[in-house]
């Protein structure tokens, strides 16, 4: 991963192999670079992956050599990374250049504003189909973030949508032709840095706290039964059998 400042922006590139796949090392990279955020004094953020993806979910060939307790220690790791994302007192516009599927589109769900790049891009939580549960930090900030009418197609049915769709349904705010999807990020963040920050950090931190509060108190219970559910035998057969996809895509 990347972190580059541009003016009061800092832009923080992806990059793990062509799906930036979230493992932990993903995570600890992630955090390290949000700690170097915090150092740099910027005033927006702008999240973009690196090549076709921004980031195409868990790393799930990792994720399926895991026991019960490290499955559980990721999944509260994951979700320690992405409220420390959704907290973030400065603006956060995430760039998406590319596939955003179940836990990469949960990363985009964390930020302020969502500018997707025109094409071919998917984007949703398929964790259903995979025989997973969504943990109270997927659902909760993606009941924030959507319409109602939007949660039967993302969360229930587990689709992945095309770029217009997602804008549809509210898992983008706008979509740019992909050579000025950065500009846009950049300009979008910038215009958002410009008001000011004391007022704009205390009312984001007001309007998000419920949902803070509503995973604040599901989170190790959550944790322990998602675990549960992905060591399921129909989770189980499923995730193998998309792990030997992988395996035969390399």
Not at 83 to 94: K, M
Not at 198 to 222: G, M, N, Q, S, Y
């Amino acid at each position: 991963m990347e972190l580059q400042l541009s003016g009061a922006v800092a832009v923080l590139t992806m990059r793990n192999g062509k799906a930036n796949a979230i493992g932990p090392a993903f995570l600890d990279a992630l955090s390290s670079q949000l700690d170097a955020l915090q150092r740099s004094g910027a005033g927006a953020l702008v999240m973009t992956g690196e090549g076709k993806a921004f980031s195409a979910g868990l790393d799930l060939p990792q994720l399926i050599l895991m026991d019960r307790p490290g499955v559980e220690r990721f999944i509260r790791r994951f979700s320690e990374v992405m409220l420390r994302v959704f907290q973030l007192p400065i603006p956060v516009v995430a760039a998406v250049n590319g596939h955003a599927i179940a836990g990469g589109c949960v990363l985009a769900l964390q930020a302020d504003a969502r500018i997707g790049a025109r094409g071919d891009l998917r984007m949703g939580l398929n964790e259903v189909q995979l025989g997973l549960g969504l943990p109270a930090v997927i659902l909760e900030t993606l009941r924030w973030q959507v319409p109602p009418q939007s949660m039967l197609p993302v969360a229930l049915e587990g689709r992945l949508v095309g770029a217009e769709e997602a804008l549809q349904l509210g898992l983008l705010h706008a979509l740019v032709p992909p050579e000025a999807l950065l500009e846009e990020a950049v300009a979008r963040a910038r215009s958002l840095a410009g008001l000011p920050g004391p007022a704009f950090a205390d009312i984001k931190a007001a309007v998000r706290a419920p949902v803070l509060t509503a995973i604040r108190a599901l989170e190790a219970e959550d944790a322990r039964h998602w675990t549960e559910t992905a060591f399921s035998p129909e989770a189980r057969a499923r995730l193998s059998e998309v792990v030997a996809r992988l395996g035969r895509k390399s």
